[in-house]
């Protein structure tokens, strides 16, 4: 197998002539013919022991060629292109010239990395906010671990109160027809506000076992426009009660809740340290993501049309499978979030434009400026991820090769390039204001 010529035929475009010689061809042939002879029925001779040339001379001489020549493909395309020196990114339109007993000769078409510039990628501007924590945050913080840490205890003696959690069976209607989602079993804290306004509030004063209407009016900007400002009739079942009861905010508390912290205030302290470090990694992250957009518009090159395609494949392969990981598959998603299928897919391509351009552009500068990657930096890495997968770092290595690390290391070097040269700007007012926030503000105004 060996390159025979290499052309270029466009932008970052060759055409390679490939050959694989008679001797290998016929092997691959004679591998594929002791591998599928056992499925072939050939009359007077027993299955799988016709001979090779008597099944060519009754299915054509080319019978074993397909498969042959798949098997030989990628190590004869792959030497040729490392042969040619190419950096490829794509390789597509296999065109067979000849095939028979004295070999292969066919051509391709290689894509390959293009060669790109960066107009500047040293005094970037972005914003990055200064980090704070409030005394109201590390309290939120705190009140979440209370909820956490809750003892729960089912209720028999009283009828239900706000703050309890009612076990529910209910079926509801609008002018004594029911409409769809209307009826279910639902474990519903009163006064959580999770249930449509009202709701809730009718529920409490009653006992385990009590059936009871409930009659609310669905809001007007309620998701469902047909139930939109409408009259609805709950018919409600009590199933059980149960009552939460917080822990008293002490040092026991302090204790049981932290390996660090033996007094409550030891942990407001160890809570406040983690909340400003999680601030400062968001802001920090922003920061960055905005120099990565701006350098994405430094880059100058015909980048090939197949890389942004790919990528943007890929993007919507791992979105599926992390939605997939929580029950939901991508059709149901977009239903469900009002996306039409188009809209996604020119959004997973906007997204890998920028993400392929980036990736150049950080290739392009660690080029520039001789970034190296030590071992002792693959190693760390390794070790890196087997803390985080919670596995060995021989098991790493199994999973990542070593040139991927290197690559990603490589760019991760070249970030720090543009963060370290960057100008810092101070955020706008109202961004102060919406990120001083507390958190749960901030979501609620997300949604």
């Known amino acids: 197998m060996s390159l025979k010529a290499s052309n270029k035929i466009d932008t970052n475009v060759y055409e390679l002539e490939v050959t694989i010689s008679g001797e290998d061809f016929r092997a691959a042939v004679l591998r594929v013919y002791n591998q599928k002879k056992s499925k072939i029925t050939v009359p007077g001779f027993r299955k799988g022991k016709a001979p090779k040339y008597i099944i060519e001379t009754m299915y054509g001489k080319g019978v074993f060629y397909d498969d042959a020549l798949e098997s030989l493909y990628p ?13 490829a990114v794509d390789i597509s339109n296999l065109e067979i010239q000849s095939i028979g007993d004295d070999g292969v000769e066919m051509t391709v078409k290689v894509t390959v990395k293009p060669t790109i510039e960066v107009k500047q990628y040293k005094g970037l501007e972005a914003v990055k906010r200064a980090v704070s924590v409030t005394a109201e945050e590390v309290d939120a913080q705190i009140e979440r671990l209370r ?6 205890t089912d209720v028999e003696d009283r009828p239900a109160e706000m703050g309890d959690t009612a076990m529910i069976d209910y079926e509801g209607t609008v002018d004594g027809v029911p409409f769809d989602g209307g009826k279910g079993s639902h474990d519903l804290e009163l006064g959580s506000g999770s249930f449509i306004p009202g709701f809730e509030e009718q529920v409490a004063g009653h006992s385990i076992g009590e059936e009871f209407d409930v009659n609310v009016t669905f809001p007007e900007e309620y998701h469902a426009e047909e139930l939109s400002g409408k009259d609805a009739v709950f018919h409600v079942k009590l199933n059980g009660i149960r009552h939460k009861t917080l822990p008293e905010l002490d040092d026991e508390f302090a204790k049981d809740v932290s390996e660090d912290a033996d007094t409550l205030e030891e942990l407001r302290h160890s809570i406040e340290a983690d909340l400003l470090k999680d ?27 197949v890389m942004f395609e790919r990528k943007a494949e890929e993007n919507k392969e791992n979105f599926s499978r992390r939605i997939g990981q929580q029950g939901i598959d991508l059709k149901m998603y977009l239903m469900y979030m009002g996306i039409e299928q188009a809209q996604f897919d020119q959004d997973m391509y906007d997204q890998a434009v920028q993400q392929v351009k980036v990736r150049l552009a950080l290739e392009k500068i660690a080029q520039i400026e001789g970034i190296e990657v030590t071992d002792e930096d693959i190693e760390a890495e390794y070790a890196r991820l087997a803390e985080m997968y919670g596995v060995s770092a021989d098991s790493v290595k199994g999973f990542f090769a070593a040139d991927s690390i290197k690559a ?12 370290e040269n960057a100008v810092v700007l101070e955020p706008a007012a109202d961004e102060e204001t919406a990120e001083d926030a507390p958190e749960e503000a901030q979501e609620d105004t997300a949604e």
Not at 82 to 87: Q, T
Not at 279 to 305: C, N, R, S
Not at 408 to 419: F, G, Q, T, Y
């Open 75 to 87: 190590e004869a395309v792959d030497a040729a292109v490392k042969e040619a020196g190419l950096d």
């Open 147 to 152: 909820e956490r840490n809750a003892t729960i």
């Open 279 to 305: 601030k400062q990694g968001h802001a920090d992250a922003d920061f960055e993501q905005e120099l990565l957009v701006k350098l994405a518009e430094q880059v100058e090159g015909e980048i090939p049309e």
């Open 408 to 419: 990603d290391i490589l760019c991760e070097k070249a970030i720090n390039v543009v963060k």
